[in-house]
Structure formats: structure tokens, C-alpha cells
């Protein structure tokens, strides 16, 4: 069972794949405009993520090594194909405003980049917890930074009108990406405060109990 | 003649890559630190754009389309430019260990760089799209486009590892060094970049 709570606290905190890796940046900038947008791709992410992990999990013994790249490219291709297809049918909205992103996801380093450093050697289960919480990582991510850019950039949140103050810059890649560099910044900070104070407190009591049986 | 200028100035300057549709951001933040890396990964991703382009804007018109197999574009363009930038990789090893050395991890992720497959999905659609105007689109105006697309491409990269180099020399918090500072960086090149976008033919 710990074992699955470190896979998912690493995907959502010290692994988180937008905040502490930056991978994926193409489509975080592009999509995070709008917080719309941004949730629709993350979620489109996770559940590519998770059935590709599944999928390259479930064949890692068969698929031989040296061919191993392209055999992951022709799995995450024909998935984002079906997701193309699904979105184009069932929710036509999301997939006009996802536009050539949708096509993208097959390059999204998330996808690949787990597929290599993790499917590839652990079981069906584990990789499935893996892409899930890798998956809602990086759709968090995408969607505070959506919340944040389309708030103070359109005054709006989700197409919701709330207030007509309006910083037109923040729609833009400019603010993209200064939100999404200020994000970082932000977050590692926090962590890193957080697990400094986590070590003092544990080495405050690994004294204690050393003087205790010393006592 | 104004379609000729039209193109180049949208790939360029209006709609560059990096700048304003944001494709390839994971070479423009990963190989900026040094000029010279930066303008071979340019010239790199520059190489592969235009050959990927020549390769698949005919397969698509030519052999998907009379086919009715369009759906299987992303499998298609994906495998294609893969086998282009294993084939590249070998070249350049060949040709030039030092720029080989240079790039390092980053040439086999040419492949996974939208900027390659962003181009040749965006060359198969409409004119308007590029431009902002109808106009009919052939493998001319398409390897053009992908050509000065890359030449953007290579530009912003430039731009941007000049101001990296520069910012070594400050002192600045641990949490904003690295990937926070060169984004903050990038935005003020995306300002920049975006007076151009009053540029009207």
C-alpha cells in the first residue's frame, strides 16, 4: 500500500510532471488562456496517460528493446487518433478549442517520458496508479494556471462574466508564460520550504529519542 | 508576390512559433543556455521541418486523400518524421562530432518536438489559417512556410540564448533560478514579438 501512496504523491507533488519536470510546456502555454481549455486538455492527458501505461505495461515483455521507441509511438498515436475521433463526435466545443493540440498530445513528453521511465518496468497496476496520478498532476496544474490566466486576463472563470477588470496581456503567450515561470517558482518554493521543515521536525525527534536512550 | 510576402512575414514575425502559437518550447527553454547550440538546434529542427514537409504534404494530397485514410494523418506524419531524424542523427554524427556532442539528448527529441509536427499538420489544412486570408495552398507555399517557420524558429532561439547567457552573471533566488526565470525571460520576448502583430498587409 506504500508503495502506491509514494507513486501518487510523487505524481502529484515531487514528480509533478508541469511543475518540477516541465514537460508537456507546449500545450500548457497554448491552453491556458482559457480554464476551459486547459482542464479539457489535461483530462484528455490523463486518460491518453493511463491507457498507454496500462497498454506499454501489460506488453513490456514482448515488445523487443531496440524497437522499443517506435512500438510506444504507434500505441500513443492510435490512442490520440481515437480521442480525436471521440472529442470531434461527442464534444464538438472542447474539440475546437483544443485545435492542433489534439494532434500534438502524440508528442506531449509527459506520455512517452513515463512510458520510458516507468510502464516499461513495472506492472499493470502500478503503471495504471502511475498515469492516473501523473494524469491529475499535470490537469491540476493546467487548470489553477487556467484559473489564474483566464480570471485576471478575460474576467471570467469557465466562460462565467464576473467582473469587467481585464489584464488583456495575461491571454496571450506572453502571459502564458509568465504565469506559468511564476507558478514554478511558487510551487518549488513551497515544497521545498515544506520538506525542510519536515526534516528538522524529524531530526528534532530522532535527538530526542537519542537522549532518551542515552537517559 | 503578396502571398510570397505574406507567408514569410506570418512565419517569421506575426506567427512565430515560439512566440505566438507556442509550439517546440521544450528545445527553445532545454538547449538556450549556449548561442552555439542554440543556432544548431535551429538550423537542426529547420532541416527536419522543411524535409518533413516535403515528404508528407505529398503523401497526404497524393495518397491519403484518394485513399478516404486521412484519419490515420497523426500515425502517418509521426512515423515519417521519426525515420527523418534517425536518419539526420546519423548524418550529423557523421559529419560533425562537436555539434553532435552539443545537442547530445536533444537530437532524438526532435522527433517529440511539436514544432516538427505542428508544422506538417498546419501545412495540410487551410490557407487562412496561416495567413489570415483564403488563398489555395500547394507544396510551394508549403515548404516555404515550413522553411521560414524554422527560420523564426532558429531567430527566437538566438534571441533567447543571448539573454541566457547574460543572466548567468546575477545572483538570484534558489526557487527562480533555472526553468522560472528563463520563462519570465521568454515573456518579455513574446512582448516584443507582439508589436508585430500590427504589421497588416
Known amino acids: ?215 | 508576390m503578396g502571398t510570397f510576402i505574406a507567408i514569410v512575414l506570418a512565419a517569421v514575425l506575426t506567427n512565430n512559433f515560439i512566440t505566438a502559437k507556442t509550439y517546440g518550447i521544450c528545445p527553445f527553454l532545454g538547449v538556450s543556455k549556449k548561442t552555439s547550440s542554440a543556432a544548431g538546434m535551429g538550423i537542426a529542427v529547420t532541416l527536419v521541418m522543411v524535409l518533413a514537409t516535403l515528404v508528407t504534404y505529398p503523401i497526404y494530397t497524393y495518397v491519403m486523400i484518394p485513399l478516404k485514410i486521412e484519419f490515420l494523418e497523426i500515425i502517418f506524419f509521426i512515423f515519417i518524421i521519426a525515420s527523418l531524424v534517425q536518419m539526420l542523427e546519423k548524418i550529423i554524427q557523421k559529419v560533425s562530432p562537436t555539434l553532435y556532442g552539443a545537442m547530445g539528448i536533444y537530437l532524438p527529441l526532435i522527433t517529440t518536438n511539436c514544432a516538427v509536427l505542428g508544422v506538417t499538420e498546419l501545412v495540410i489544412g487551410d490557407m487562412s489559417k496561416i495567413i489570415g486570408e483564403a488563398a489555395t495552398m500547394n507544396i510551394g507555399w508549403a515548404v516555404l512556410y515550413a522553411l521560414f517557420a524554422g527560420v523564426g524558429f532558429t531567430l527566437v532561439m538566438i534571441i533567447m540564448s543571448g539573454m541566457r547567457e547574460k543572466l548567468n552573471y546575477y545572483k538570484m533566488p534558489k526557487a527562480l533560478s533555472g526553468f522560472p526565470i528563463a520563462m519570465v525571460t521568454a515573456c518579455f520576448i513574446c512582448m516584443a514579438f507582439m508589436v508585430f502583430s500590427y504589421i497588416s498587409l
Open chain 1, 1 to 215: 500500500m506504500n508503495k502506491y501512496k509514494k507513486i501518487t504523491l510523487d505524481g502529484l507533488i515531487f514528480q509533478n510532471p508541469t511543475f518540477m519536470l516541465v514537460l508537456g510546456t507546449c500545450p500548457t502555454l497554448g491552453l491556458i488562456n482559457s480554464a476551459f481549455s486547459a482542464m479539457g486538455m489535461g483530462l484528455t492527458v490523463l486518460v491518453i496517460l493511463t491507457l498507454s501505461n496500462m497498454l506499454i505495461s501489460l506488453l513490456r515483455k514482448i515488445i523487443p528493446n531496440e524497437v522499443r521507441i517506435p512500438c510506444y509511438i504507434v500505441i500513443i498515436a492510435t490512442l490520440v487518433t481515437f480521442a480525436r475521433m471521440f472529442l470531434q463526435k461527442f464534444i464538438p466545443d472542447l474539440y475546437d478549442s483544443l485545435g492542433t493540440f489534439l494532434a500534438l498530445i502524440v508528442v506531449n513528453c509527459i506520455i512517452l517520458g513515463r512510458a520510458e521511465a516507468f510502464a516499461n518496468k513495472h506492472t499493470v497496476l502500478e503503471s495504471a496508479v502511475d498515469g492516473i496520478s501523473q494524469g491529475l498532476g499535470f490537469t491540476l496544474a493546467l487548470t489553477i494556471m487556467g484559473i489564474i490566466c483566464e480570471f485576471f486576463g478575460k474576467g471570467s472563470l469557465f466562460g462565467l462574466q464576473i467582473m469587467s477588470f481585464k489584464i488583456a496581456m495575461l491571454t496571450s503567450p506572453a502571459g502564458a508564460f509568465l504565469i506559468y515561470g511564476l507558478s514554478i517558482a511558487v510551487f518549488v518554493y513551497v515544497v521545498d520550504g515544506v520538506q525542510r521543515m519536515l526534516r528538522v521536525k524529524s531530526n528534532k525527534l530522532a535527538r530526542e529519542n537519542m537522549l532518551k536512550e542515552a537517559a
